[in-house]
């Protein structure tokens, strides 16, 4: 993590969560069953919190 404060980490944390969310969708179907609903919510409910 960059050393430039609050507002680098919570763009990090944006970055890994998008990833997450990218990784997850392109995965083979069934595969993760459910898992894609799941991390796709939590990005979300996060992004709402921050306020972005």
Avoid: C, W
């Avoid at 609050?6 to 069953?33: H, M, W, Y």
Wanted: no cysteine; proline share 4%.
């Amino acid at each position: 993590m960059p050393d430039a404060g609050l507002f680098a980490v919570g763009d990090q944390v944006a970055v890994a969560g998008n990833d997450l969310a990218e990784i997850l969708r392109t995965a083979p179907a069934g595969s993760r069953e459910g898992e894609l609903d799941e991390a796709v919510r939590l990005v979300r409910e996060a992004a709402e919190r921050s306020g972005l």
